[in-house]
């Protein structure tokens, strides 16, 4: 029973949560130890919240999971899990982390709070809206950052939201892409909303969100009010870091029919592991020891 509650929570995907890090790395906070000490909190915090939405939805789509070929094997569809237990870990892990967070300060409770009802509506009626579904995914990882931003006590740039939102906005449409060619004919008895979509129809919207993506990064590190913060001209260098990633990631969307676990591809594929490392190395560089 444990190990079968351990593997609904999805430990693996709680990398998603380093977007609450974020802020704390961008701000040039990360030297400063109640700073850190707070962002960690929020990522446990987010970590439980995410778990517990896990559990909802496996609740949920435990009849459609049952008919996936990867996701039937999940505790709660394969019945490894009762009803009654899932619901307690539902309301249990989303309470710890409610109270963790108000430890840290309200406004990241109320940002946690935000992202579990906009995942219960999701859940519950926008999966099912053409557009929508994809805009709540994208609309979780802001919450993210705003959650660690107000976390270390600083405003949340409009740069780093609209990035963050396009960035994610991105991958859940190569995720989207991803069902369509792995489900085939199947795709709408496990994901009902996919029936609203084709390859075509993802790629062009792909197509739109990419470069909006770059361009947004590009002009973040061009800002004026960003190098006068980062006490940088040299953040620009850091996009080669993006575009490569960005570019890479297509090629495993579109060439290897991957995308539907993007944390797997982050800690599996050696070149985007390259492309994130080489990121977090150039802008540290560059914003930490002065260019």
Not at 25 to 32: D, H, K, M, Q, R
Not at 67 to 76: A, G, L, S, V
Not at 93 to 111: E, F, K, M, R, W
Not at 175 to 190: A, I, M
């Amino acid at each position: 029973m444990i190990s079968s509650i351990w593997r609904t929570m999805r430990p693996n995907n709680w990398l998603k949560n380093v977007f609450v890090i974020a802020p704390l790395f961008v701000s040039g906070s990360i030297t400063n130890y109640e700073s850190v000490v707070s962002s960690t909190l929020v990522f446990i915090a987010f970590c439980l919240m995410s778990s517990a939405v896990y559990f909802l939805n496996d609740i949920l789509d435990r009849d459609r999971d049952k008919i996936h070929p990867e996701k039937r094997t999940r505790p709660i569809a394969a019945g490894e899990i009762g009803l009654p237990v899932a619901v307690v870990m539902t309301v249990g892990l989303c309470s710890t982390s409610l109270a963790l967070s108000i430890y840290v300060t309200p406004l990241v409770t109320g940002v946690l709070a935000s992202y579990a009802l906009v995942n219960v509506a999701y859940s519950l009626t926008l999966k099912h809206v053409v557009i929508a579904d994809v805009f709540c995914i994208a609309i979780g990882f802001v919450f993210r950052v705003a959650a660690g931003a107000f976390a270390i006590g600083v405003q949340p740039t409009a740069w780093i939201i609209v990035a963050t939102f396009l960035l994610s906005l991105f991958l859940a449409l190569a995720k989207r892409r991803n069902e369509l060619l792995v489900l085939g004919g199947d795709s709408t008895d496990h994901r009902p909303i996919l029936d609203a979509y084709t390859p075509q129809f993802v790629d062009e919207l792909i197509s739109v969100v990419t470069p909006l993506t770059l361009i947004t990064y590009l002009l973040y590190t061009l800002d004026p009010e960003t190098t006068r913060r980062m006490n940088t001209d040299y953040l620009y260098t850091t996009g080669i870091f993006v575009v490569f990633g960005i570019f890479r990631y297509l090629y495993l969307v579109h060439r290897k029919n991957l995308g539907g676990s993007p944390t797997d591809i982050v800690v599996r594929d050696a070149p985007m592991i390259f492309a994130i490392v080489g990121w977090i190395a150039a802008f540290s560089i560059v914003v930490y020891l002065g260019g």
